[in-house]
């Protein structure tokens, strides 16, 4: 099946600084998605991305098919973008979940 | 507000003693999804429906089935929980496209097994 891999595993940041998350996949995929986990469990629908280039306030994403990766970047973290960051993607119907980035900010 | 809903959010039950978790959505969603999650892990699905179409992933266990009633509702039930299906389960919802499309989670349902 396919494979999924995120970089870093886990990330610790000042408030204010910038961060670039990284997602590898082994095959094409028809669906490529970005969740954030918050400490509660609840998985937050970021971007649904297949291909291209998306943002959304202080997030925005990049997924470059053709090379099987795509890229989050959060500019000016806030305490309140602590979680755990997974992308996950789909031939068929089969979504697969990456291992996840885990992100700290701190005040 | 269109959402996932699931009850209880939290569950806890006795090793071997069955348990049924229910998910329901008001988004009209032709796809619904179960997932595990155990601690510091990542989701894995378990199974989906599209409609009625029942898909179950190659390693679900048998202890794991599913129920669809009806667009609105979906039913996990453990039959015989081990210690080892501690986890959180979280449903998801998609629209037509299945695949193709967002998706859309509830807030969970953490199990314990005692």
């Known amino acids: 099946g396919i494979q999924v891999e995120q970089s870093p595993p886990d990330l610790i940041l000042q408030e204010g600084a910038n961060s670039t998350l990284r997602c590898n996949f082994s095959d094409s995929v028809n669906n490529l998605q970005w969740f954030h986990q918050n400490p509660w469990g609840q998985l937050i629908n970021l971007f649904y991305?297949?291909?291209g280039t998306k943002q959304n306030g202080r997030l925005s994403a990049t997924t470059v098919a053709t090379e099987r990766y795509s890229l989050l970047y959060i500019s000016s973290s806030q305490t309140t973008d602590s979680g755990v960051y997974f992308c996950?993607?789909?031939?068929?119907?089969?979504?697969?979940f990456g291992p996840g980035t885990r992100l700290s900010v701190l005040p | 507000d269109a959402m996932v809903i699931q009850n209880p959010r939290y569950q806890v039950t006795q090793f071997g003693k069955p348990v049924t978790l229910s998910c329901s959505q008001t988004?009209?969603?032709?796809?619904m999804y179960w997932y595990q999650q155990k601690s510091s892990q990542a989701p894995k699905l378990l199974f989906h429906?599209?409609?009625?179409?029942?898909?179950n992933e190659a390693d679900t266990p048998d202890n794991f089935q599913s129920r669809r009633p009806n667009t609105s509702f979906c039913f996990l039930d453990i039959r015989s929980p081990g210690l080892g299906d501690a986890a959180m389960y979280l449903c998801?919802?998609?629209?037509?496209?299945?695949?193709?499309?967002?998706?859309?989670f509830g807030p969970g349902t953490r199990l314990l097994v005692l």
């Open positions: 996950a993607v789909s031939r068929g119907q089969n979504f697969v």
């Open positions: 991305i297949p291909s």
């Open positions: 998801a919802t998609s629209g037509r496209g299945g695949a193709l499309e967002t998706q859309y």
């Open positions: 429906y599209y409609d009625k179409d029942f898909n």
């Open positions: 988004l009209n969603h032709n796809v």
